[in-house]
């Protein structure tokens, strides 16, 4: 019995050892993988990680803010561990900073809420078959092929004063003021320019969904709302969930569109991307850099719990892991172990000698 | 030469009498560091000096339009004690922190002998507590653009006052043809503009943003009768609404338009109001006058670009005549020729036949000599943040002009320690 104890425990520590074990097999395919794969782990580092951490570098140091008795600005920079952090959340920058914060989570929420239904709407149109759906597929994307810049310049000619935006309403606004209305030019400007992009995933997504489900559904006499709901939805769920994700990664960083629709330093509009940038400006790298890694903290968490809290799909690797976990879980128990047992008696073999 | 050039590149330039630059040394290929030439004329100014000096040829970096990145990029360039920019071509606001930071060589005004000959309001631009550190090539003033024929109708001549300004437009209101035409107009969008406009209204009422001796001195009562005039003529309705979103560009369009009766701009939008292309409705209607002050003639903020030499440059004595060059009465003489940038050299102004091509060129000049620069700090940026905020919030409405003040004053005295 003595004996059967140990066996029975041992498929545990096996499977977890198991993938070394494998790469251990292939150690020649493992090595031309890493080979293979070291020229863009070299690129990532040089584009990605370094500058990370430069910028992480970078925000605890300050330069440049202390001038001599003859005019001249003192030079070298200075450690500072975390006051460019702290400074940022006291007193007045305090609450500029908030305001900020407020005002780029804001504009994620409503445009990507805006972006989504009217992104799903269009890709519904465009997915239909009907005559000149290729003009139609076209002018839907070309805000999408717009640069930001240009669309913003182009709306701000729209919503300039004596703009076709005031003739068309019959209004004085003056949209680029501080208020409401220039919070709203920013909102209709970004909608109408990313929309397209989230209706091009869904109608990828739409593409893929075979025709004779809806047959299906038809012959049981589902209702077009039903079909949508049950069908549709869930089927285009995976391409529509990493659409919004890169939307909310997008709109968290955005800067183009307040920044030259309705300008710098207007409260109403103005974002984290915006502060970093106007630090960067006065040569307050510091302080700048501090902003960046706070957005790109503020951003990886939102990523994080968006992927944890909708299990949105973003590598394309659910379908291999769930099959994964039914091997293991199911039958694989008895198939992965057997294999498994010898050797995990061989390398076991020195203990239960010394037993 | 070339030897010397070769060892005048490096660091030891300590025979040099002062402190940072030194002697001007070395010759040979340059670079000019220059934002986008939308005039089309630079290439001609170049190809001028390079046709005369076949063995110092200058060629051109041409940076993006607009003033933020041209800055951004020569600053990134000093930063990496990069050689590619020799000379640089600085907006007038950037000289203290470019001198500050030693991105620029300091200038010896004695290897400059037309420094006199230009207007001496420019030439101060390109200094830094009394160091030269650039050569001032354009101008540029504000003028007070005007609807002559409007005018002339009411009986009236150029306002030399701001009341005379409210009491013209008040007439002219009262002709068919004037009914609905808006008042007065400058720039007051928050940006660099009302940064300009702003010390205008407060040097025209007596007043200053930060003193001669460099101190911030603007919680006055004359400042304050300046703002005032601004935030009530928004009130009353003498600025029209919308021009809060104007800038340069949104302004002159809505005089082109014929719905202003007072505008004040740079000397640029002569040329487009005057076109007779059916792009502007007041060709040949209006005409230019010095700005009106609150009791006497009005203040201008000086523009322009000065040229200097990057710190960090080879062949500085190439740099150096590069800019003698381009300063000088025949090349800038051409230049307006061409482009109707303001120059510097004074007696370009008194010139007949280019009077006559630009008949602004009187009210420019005295706009010029009497103007006044932008603090010249080195935190430039934050202090004209500051200054829009400041004037932004009492024209919206959203402070008191008093308050507005009060609050810069104390805003700029922590900005502008020295």
């Known amino acids: 019995m003595s004996t059967t104890a140990p066996v029975a425990e041992r498929p545990t520590p096996e499977t977890t050892k198991k993938p070394k074990r494998q790469t251990s097999f292939n150690e020649g395919t493992g090595r031309l993988a890493a080979l293979l794969l070291s020229p863009t782990m070299i690129v990532l580092i040089l584009v990605v990680g370094l500058p990370i951490l430069a910028a992480l570098r970078e925000s605890l140091y300050t330069s440049g803010q202390q001038i001599d008795e003859s005019g ?23 609450t500029r900073f908030w305001n900020a914060f407020y005002n780029t989570t804001f504009f994620t929420v409503a445009c990507v809420v805006l972006e989504t239904v009217l992104g799903v709407m269009m890709a519904l149109v465009m997915h239909k078959a009907f005559r000149g759906r290729g003009i139609v597929r076209a002018s839907i994307l070309v805000p999408w092929a717009i640069p930001t810049v240009v669309s913003a310049l182009l709306w701000k000619w729209i919503f300039q004063a004596d703009g076709i935006a005031n003739e068309m309403l019959g209004t004085q606004i003056l949209w680029s003021t501080e208020g409401w209305q220039s919070v709203l030019s920013v909102i209709v400007a970004d909608t109408w320019k990313t929309a397209p992009f989230i209706g091009l995933l869904v109608l990828a997504g739409l593409q893929t969904i075979p025709t004779d489900v809806y047959e299906a559904a038809k012959v049981d006499g589902a209702s077009v709302w039903q079909t949508f709901t049950r069908i549709t939805m869930p089927l285009v769920k995976p391409a529509l969930l990493v659409a919004v994700l890169f939307r909310i990664l997008d709109t968290l960083r955005i800067f183009d569109l307040p920044f030259v629709l309705v300008g710098p330093n207007k409260e109403s509009v103005e974002t984290l991307s915006i502060l970093a940038y106007l630090e960067a400006n006065q040569t307050r790298y510091g302080p700048a850099a501090a902003y960046a890694t706070l ?33 293991r879980n199911g039958r694989g128990r008895g198939k992965q172990t057997d294999p498994g047992a010898p050797v995990a008696g061989l390398t076991a073999g020195g203990g239960l000698g010394g037993e | 030469m070339l030897l010397a050039s070769a060892c005048g590149g490096g660091n030891d330039e300590s025979s040099g009498g002062t402190s940072t630059g030194g002697a001007l040394e070395g010759r040979g290929p340059i670079n000019f560091a220059t934002g986008k030439d939308t005039s089309g004329n630079l290439t001609n100014q170049v190809a001028a000096w390079n046709s005369q000096h076949p063995d110092e040829k200058v060629t051109v970096s041409e940076l993006p339009e607009s003033a933020d990145q041209q800055r951004a990029q020569m600053i990134s360039n000093a930063q990496n004690k990069s050689d590619a920019f020799s000379v640089l071509n600085m907006d007038v606001v950037w000289t203290a922190e470019f001198a500050a930071n030693r991105w620029v060589t300091e200038l010896q005004p004695s290897e400059f002998p037309d420094l006199g000959k230009l207007l001496p309001s420019t030439v101060d631009t390109a200094k830094y507590r ?9 101008s540029d003033g504000g003028l007070l653009y005007y609807r002559k024929d409007l005018l002339d109708k009411a009986g009236l001549q150029p306002p030399k006052t701001w009341e005379e300004m409210v009491t013209a437009c008040t007439k002219v209101k009262a002709l068919p043809e004037g009914k609905n035409i808006g008042c007065y107009s400058g720039q007051f969008e928050k940006y660099e503009g009302l940064t300009v406009n702003f010390s205008e209204a407060v040097n025209g009422a007596g007043g200053v943003v930060v003193g001669d001796d460099g101190k911030p001195n603007v919680d006055t009562p004359e400042a304050l009768a300046g703002l005032t005039a601004l935030t009530e003529g928004f009130k009353t309705g003498f600025i029209p609404k919308a021009a809060i979103t104007y800038k340069e560009e949104e302004g002159r369009r809505a005089f082109q338009e014929g719905n202003l009766l007072f505008h004040r701009n740079w000397p640029y939008v002569y040329a487009k109001a005057q076109a007779k292309d059916g792009s502007s409705k007041i060709a040949g209607k209006f005409a230019v006058a010095p700005l009106p002050g609150q009791t006497g003639a009005g203040v201008s903020t000086l523009g322009g670009h000065n040229y200097a030499i990057s710190e960090f440059a080879k062949n500085k004595a190439t740099a150096a005549d590069f800019m003698k060059f381009m300063s000088s009465e025949e090349r800038q003489k051409a230049n307006i020729e061409k482009t109707s940038q303001a120059p510097t050299w004074a007696s370009l102004y008194d010139d007949p036949t280019l009077n006559k091509q630009f008949p602004y060129l009187a009210p420019l000049k005295a706009s010029i000599e009497s103007a006044k620069s932008r603090p010249k700090v080195v935190k430039y940026g934050d202090v004209t943040t500051a200054i829009q905020e400041a004037a932004y919030g009492a024209l919206t409405g959203t402070m008191t002009p008093k308050d507005a003040l009060a609050g810069l004053q104390t805003k700029l005295s922590s900005l502008i320690t020295q």
């Open chain 1, 295 to 327: 957005l790109f903290i503020y951003v990886a968490v939102v990523a994080y719990v968006f992927v944890k809290l909708l299990g949105a799909d973003v590598f394309g690797d659910a379908i291999q892991r769930k099959t994964k976990k039914n091997g």
């Open chain 2, 130 to 138: 009394d160091k030269l550190y650039g050569i001032p090539v354009t």
């Open chain 1, 72 to 94: 001249f600005i003192v030079q070298g920079s200075k450690f500072v561990g975390l006051d460019n952090y702290t400074a940022i959340f006291s007193g007045e920058t305090g």
